[in-house]
């Protein structure tokens, strides 16, 4: 399995990050467009931006002299796919569990 990149997890550990995520997952924007969404100078913003690329989570394209931020969903795919192990885990434990209340209760 391979390990997401770290850079990913620090991007994903801020709320405000987050919430630029699930702003990018509806449309693609400036610095400008996001900076307006929210209460904090644009350099803040560009701060937050750079953090999410440099995880894999955005791209950043040039335009003219702005950048456009999009998603990307590839750079996602090593997180999940740590986070699935979790998954497992737990699926395991449970049906473990329910086996076990199955066999006391029959």
């Known amino acids: ?5 770290q850079y990913a997890f620090r991007a994903l550990a801020d709320p405000t990050r ?3 995520l699930k702003l990018l997952s509806q449309q693609d924007m400036t610095i400008t467009d996001v900076s307006d969404r ?6 803040a913003v560009k701060k937050h931006l750079t953090i999410l690329s ?3 989570l955005i791209t950043v394209t040039p335009r003219g002299r702005e950048r456009i931020n999009r998603i990307n969903p590839s ?3 090593p997180v999940l796919t740590w986070l699935e192990t979790f998954n497992r885990f737990w699926d395991l434990r449970l049906d473990a569990l329910k086996t076990a209340i ?3 209760h029959s």
């Open 102 to 104: 199955e066999r006391e």
């Open 38 to 43: 929210f209460d904090m100078t644009r350099a």
């Open 75 to 77: 750079g996602f795919a």
């Open 54 to 56: 440099d995880g894999g």
């Open 1 to 5: 399995m391979p390990a997401p990149n």
């Open 18 to 20: 987050r919430d630029i």
